[in-house]
């Protein structure tokens, strides 16, 4: 399994961030944002999960949801090598945010800090029909595609946002059956292990994202053990809240956050 990776590096860095995106985008959507970041001195990296953008695999396809799991294992290893004497922290967004907090509390990894944007841990997008269609198609058809049921415009207040969005060829909006049915199973066996998490943590969430309702993020912060962990809702932010018109405002909140837990 090949995997694509993208890096923004200054060129004396303070610290280092992993980057892992959602379901169905990739890498290349968090350009705007890497490069601000790393203007202030953080080397970015970032790659695209299996099935997903450049790397291999079937397109938003996952046979076991570990298998992602794996996959920021050994990216990790990667920007460790980079970076031995950095910090190094992750900023996992939707999908990429459930992987993020499953890899925390599953793996333990020796890490500074973690971040979480508008994580899947509850699937507003996902109907029970839905649900219930991907648990028993996935018995005898794993590989079938299924539309997502998610709405473009529940991304972003940024119009620019979604068109690009709809126009991006590397974007496909269908997940098949496998995949469906591990993130529904992940989403609440992760709620379950929040106390597990042992880095600080701060969880960020749209206060009117219809995709992944930020009650998830609620609840798993109200389980956190972890000391110098954070909860910031933005009231009328939607799910991509590193895209939203405020934008900049909410890099400055996770910039200046990620600096606390050195001090």
Known sequence: MRLFRRTWLP?????????????AEHSG????????LARRGCAVHAYDQRGHGRSDGLRCHVDRFDQFLDDLGFVLDAVRSDH????????????????????LAGRKPRIASAVSSG????????????????RVARRVLPRLAIGSGIDP?????????????L????????????????????????????GDVAVPLLMLHGGADPICSAEGSRAFHAGLRSS?????IYPELRHEIFNEPEREGIWQDLLGWLKEPAT
Do not use: K, Q
């Open 11 to 23: 060129e004396d860095p303070s610290r280092a961030l992993l980057l892992v995106h959602g379901y």
């Open 29 to 36: 959507r968090y350009d705007e944002m890497a490069t601000w």
């Open 84 to 103: 031995p004497d950095l910090p190094i922290s992750l900023i996992g967004h939707s999908m990429g945010g459930l992987i993020t907090l499953a890899f």
């Open 119 to 134: 994580a899947a841990l509850s699937l507003g997008a996902a109907s029970p029909v839905r649900a219930a269609l991907a």
């Open 153 to 165: 415009e529940g991304l972003s207040r940024d119009p620019e946002v979604v068109r690009r969005y």
């Open 167 to 194: 126009a991006d060829p590397l974007i496909v909006r269908t997940m098949t059956t496998s995949l469906g049915a591990e993130l529904l199973a992940a989403a609440p066996r992760t709620l379950a292990l929040a």
């Open 228 to 232: 110098g962990s954070a909860l910031r």
